[in-house]
């Protein structure tokens, strides 16, 4: 291991460091990432390390020279970027197929003076408020003009759901950012984008915080939400996002595209984001179904006709069957899909987040669709219409 790599953790392991995110792992399968974050246990200070395996992630707490001596189980070939978020700035690792780390170290040089009416012993409770990418106290231009902040940077109690709800969608972003070159411009389309406060955000994220190069287009179909968000990504000097009113059905208007964004789209429309990503043979897809109604009128099972009869079971149900069966036909489609917890059942019941990256040497499109899915689609007694959308596209293409 380069001994870098042991001086940054050791000169950043005191009271400055907020966390670190160790990502970009060599095997995914095995482990995806890793968060580090200081905590007091009985009045001593441990960290805090949460492993991200699969959809499952694990917690333990280590002293110091503990957490010291795992870094060479870390960076002997599994994991290849680091970034270390301390009160004077960010620290950045990033370590070469060979081994070899490169630092950058962005901290200020000035001293750190602490808040007067923060604890420290509160600050690194075990219990205590969760660390968001975005942190409350730094105040927004977008969210205080969208109404989530005050222009001193406090979370209005209303919209702390919504909050919560950008740090999640951020937190996605930040593990398929591997997956997306940086050497290139990226476009990425947003549909269904409403109020903006997910596209705005991720604008700012990505070309501000990560500094990637993007190009942002948001969809919607009312017409004064897209002309207020224009007005609003002038005013910050966005000059690569835009907003365009239109039905993402109809929309033609990027011939290639990298991410395709879709939070609560609503019934189908979520299955014509969905195909045009396809179409797109876009490299990650995020996707926030709403109003799962398509198969809740077409479900026809007689083995599930006695729970089906009441209607909110057979709502669930579908609403459910409904975005695995999306799964699946992205996965015959060349994708590798999660299913995940987009946030708490408590603030929304619309929680599941389809998370789909393309799987390298996959073909474009659907090419077949097999016979266990074939045989569950049977049984259920539905024909989707995201299949239906992948199979006109595959007739055209074999004309």
């Known amino acids: 291991m380069d001994n870098a790599i042991n001086a940054a953790f050791y000169n950043t392991l005191n009271n400055d460091l907020i966390n670190i995110i ?45 957490l010291l ?18 009160k004077q700035g960010k620290v950045i690792i990033l370590i070469s197929k060979k081994g070899k780390a490169t630092v950058n170290d ?23 408020r969760k660390n968001y990418i975005l942190i409350e106290g730094e105040a927004l231009p977008f969210l205080v003009d969208l109404g989530v902040m005050t222009r001193e940077g406090l979370v209005i109690k209303a919209k702390m759901d919504k909050f919560r709800q950008i740090n999640r969608f951020l937190e996605y972003i930040e593990d398929v950012l591997p997956y997306l070159d940086k050497d290139k411009e990226l476009t990425i389309l947003d549909f269904g984008c409403g109020k903006s406060y997910l596209t705005f955000t991720m ?19 009312k017409s004064d939400v897209i002309k207020h968000c224009n007005s609003l990504s002038k005013k910050y000097g966005y000059d690569k996002l835009l907003f365009m009113e239109g039905d993402i059905a109809s929309y033609q208007g990027s011939s290639s595209v990298d991410m395709v964004v879709t939070l609560h789209a609503c019934d189908t429309a979520t299955d014509y984001a969905l195909y045009k990503a396809v179409q797109w043979d876009a490299k990650v897809i995020l996707s926030v179904p709403c109003c799962q ?91 989707p219409s995201l299949l239906r959308l992948l199979q006109e596209e595959t007739i055209e293409e074999g004309k």
């Not at 000035?110 to 219990?127: A, G, K, Q």
């Open 293 to 383: 109604h398509e198969l809740n009128q077409q479900i026809d099972c007689e083995v599930l006709k006695p729970v089906l009869k009441y209607g909110i079971v057979r709502e669930r149900m579908a609403a459910l069957i409904t975005d695995a069966l999306r799964a699946e036909l992205l996965e015959e489609a060349g994708y590798r899909v999660q299913l995940l917890e987009f946030i708490d059942m408590e603030h929304t019941p619309k929680n599941i987040l389809i998370r789909a990256v393309k799987r390298k040497n996959a073909g474009h499109g659907l090419k077949s669709v097999s016979k266990e899915r074939k045989a569950c689609l049977e049984f259920l007694g539905v024909a």
């Open 22 to 66: 160790i990502s970009n792992s060599s095997n995914r399968e095995l482990i995806s990432k890793i968060k580090v974050r200081p905590v007091m246990l009985k009045r001593s200070r441990f960290y805090q390390i949460s492993e991200y395996k699969g959809e499952k992630v694990y917690h333990s707490n280590y002293k110091e020279e503990e």
């Open 106 to 128: 962005k901290r200020k040089s000035v001293n750190y003076t602490e808040r007067s009416d923060i604890n420290e012993e509160e600050l690194l409770s075990h219990n205590k």
């Open 203 to 221: 604008y700012y994220y990505l070309t501000v915080v990560k500094e990637y190069q993007i190009n942002i287009v948001g969809l919607d179909l």
């Open 69 to 86: 001596a795992l870094l060479p189980t870390w960076f002997e070939g599994l994991f290849r970027q680091v970034e270390i978020t301390t």
